[in-house]
């Protein structure tokens, strides 16, 4: 059976994170990368809400905290509180290095929490690692996933 990629959302504002993490995807990963600019947004292809209804109910998303409007501190409240959504994997990839960011984020329920590095080349590298904990994740939850 061939491995079967995974789709990810990316809640991300900053064009730039946006851009790298893209190119990292594109390079090295053959999941499937869609990207939220707003936790408001993000939360409407998690229900997939109009104009998302078609596409596919993201596996994990990677979500920044600082985000305008509903910032990813509500949108991760919201989704595990959420029964359709609470069992997403939510990996936090941040700049905020806050002790109570941090804290929240695990009472929450977050697999993970990471600091965006402030080099973007550390950046893309981030973002391999996530891959690497992809494979590990989703190889036990399905057999046929080899994060390639």
Known sequence: MAPVPITVLLVE??????????EAF??????????????TSALARLRGEPPYQDDPRP???LLDLNLPGRDGREVLAE???DPAL????VVVLTSSRAE????????????AYITKPVDLGQVAEAVRQIDKLLV??????????DGR
Do not use: H, W
């Not at 090295?28 to 707003?38: F, G, I, P, Q, S």
């Open 59 to 61: 596996d994990l998303v």
């Open 79 to 81: 989704m595990k509180a």
């Open 26 to 39: 594109d390079d090295d990963l053959r999941n499937r990368l869609d990207v939220a600019t707003t936790g």
């Open 100 to 111: 109570a960011d941090i804290v929240r984020s695990i009472e929450l329920e977050a697999q």
């Open 86 to 89: 609470r069992d997403i994997p």
């Open 136 to 145: 590990c994740v989703f190889a036990a939850a399905r057999p046929q996933y």
């Open 13 to 22: 504002d900053d064009p730039g994170d946006v851009m790298i993490t893209r």
